[in-house]
């Protein structure tokens, strides 16, 4: 075995891997690894800004369950990904992150842009670790690899320094990582279901991490056999075709009132893979921790999540899929059918448009993409007022597509959009943006371009950071404070990047927009919303 410098070992350990993808913005500190990567069939997607990046790969990640990959190098390009790290945990997404580190001669002495990632990484992720010897990269990547994809999956940090990365070493390779996967005993599945169906208004409640299209055609087939009702938690609204009569909507920010009750008057919850955190309970309060009053079967990937939060009557250490899985065929019939019907009609009402001022109307824009789309398109949103027209009136479909991020984080919609047709091609890619939002990372349009992304961005412009203005009328009417934007004039901005701008003053503007962004290229729609068009629900 001929010696390697520690990049070229990395390189060779990500392919083995199965890496196919990375998502960068290049640095000093791992020219080795930039080096060790020239060598391999490994798409390199170098982005504008370490967020947007981080974001990127966690939107592959979220795309297509194997870990995607971020290289950021040290100081400002690591604490600048931290956004995108933050939102790979409150989602569960599986991640790797390389981060360049000062050479290991050097620690301690607060040396250039050094920084203690242990201690400033270890809230944010699952696990993060500082390679010491060269030697052991392929042991530190296979942990890596293990503990991202293990359990609850979520992000982990391996920090490169420059001497180890550049140093010779003669070590053999691992295989690829395989996460130990717990199997599900049909008998003990089916005795949780038979415990909820015995129960006069129960709920079966969908999210968290590992869901695939098989998982959501065993869902379907689960409630269509059982007649069981089923909402999903926040911005996992992909799980099951909202088509399906036994789909009853999202527990999530702007929820429907009649489903938030719902929830309270339940007397069993089924909690497949989701947490049940504060957005899907509104704050603890649909749901009290101290005394829920109701049976909670809860089934979760993660032993240390059964039970944080709400105690279970009985739960299961396994993935949402796997016990899906293990239900296939299973018997049982829930006796109380005007429960789940009525939950639906009150799911049906809610999609009815509410009218909202002025000549564009986000109710009408959201409804009209989403019917066209139906079935084809892959959306991204980030955060904002906006995003509550997209929770309400979006109709999806088909798994994965949907990609948002549970964190509620501003900025993630374009990234997102990136990565999800770097992944799917295609299909087309839809962005929703606030004007606030969206200049977050703004400038990674010049990553689409540079990759051949096609995407279209539809940006909700009211000239403020909605949400936060919406809570400020409501708190201090009147004393408008720190909340209004300037924008760019978005069809210049458009052209100037490559694209195609387009400015939509009346809903008869949309249809010939789409038109020619079905035509291919990068697409900016630019809403010009009328101001005192807020959401009045509480909106991420």
Known sequence: ????????????????????????????????????????????????????????????????????????????????????????????????????????????????????????????????????????????????????????????????????????????????????????????????????????????????????????ADLEALVTATGLPVAVTFRRQDYIDNAHPNFIGDLGVGMNPKLAQRLRDADALLILGARMGETATNGYRLLDPAAPAKTILHIHPDPDEIGSVYQPSDSLVATAPAFLAALQGAKGQFTNPDWTHAARADYTAWQVPQDTPGAVKMEQVVRLISDRYAGRALFTNGAGNYAAFVHRYT???????????????????????VAAKLAHPDRPVICYAGDGCLQMTLQELSTARQFGVDITVIIANNGRYGTIRMHQENHYPGRVSGTELFNPDYVQLAAAYGGTGHLVTAMDDLGPALDAADQGGLHLIELRLDPSMLSTTRSL
Request: charged share 15%.
């Open 395 to 417: 109709r999806y479909h088909g798994y994965r597509s949907q990609v948002a991020p549970t964190s509620g984080s501003m900025g993630y919609g374009l990234p997102a959009a």
């Open 1 to 216: 075995m001929s010696k390697r410098h520690g990049g070229k070992i990395l390189a060779d350990q990500l392919a083995i891997n199965g890496v196919t993808r990375v998502f960068s913005v290049p640095g000093e500190s791992f020219l080795a690894a930039l080096d060790g990567l020239y060598d391999h069939d490994i798409q390199n997607i170098v982005c504008r800004q370490e967020g947007g990046a981080a974001m990127m790969a966690e939107a592959h990640g979220k795309l297509t369950g194997q870990p995607g990959i971020l290289f950021v190098t040290r100081g400002p390009g690591a604490t600048n990904a931290a956004s995108g790290l933050h939102v790979a945990m409150q989602d569960s997404t599986p991640m790797v992150v390389f981060v360049g580190q000062v050479a290991l001669a050097d620690r301690d002495r607060g040396a250039f842009q050094e920084v203690d990632y242990r201690r400033f990484f270890s809230p944010l992720v699952k696990w993060v670790a500082e390679v010491e010897t060269t030697a052991r990269l392929p042991e530190y990547i296979s942990r890596a690899f293990h503990i991202a994809q293990a359990g609850r999956p979520g992000p982990v940090v391996l920090a490169l320094p420059e001497d180890i990365l550049s140093a010779m070493a003669d070590v053999p390779d691992l295989a690829p990582a395989k996460p130990a996967m717990a199997a599900v005993d049909p008998a003990r599945a089916q005795a949780l279901l038979t415990r909820l169906l015995a129960h006069a208004r129960p709920l079966i409640v969908a999210g968290g991490p590992g869901w695939s299209a098989q998982a959501q």
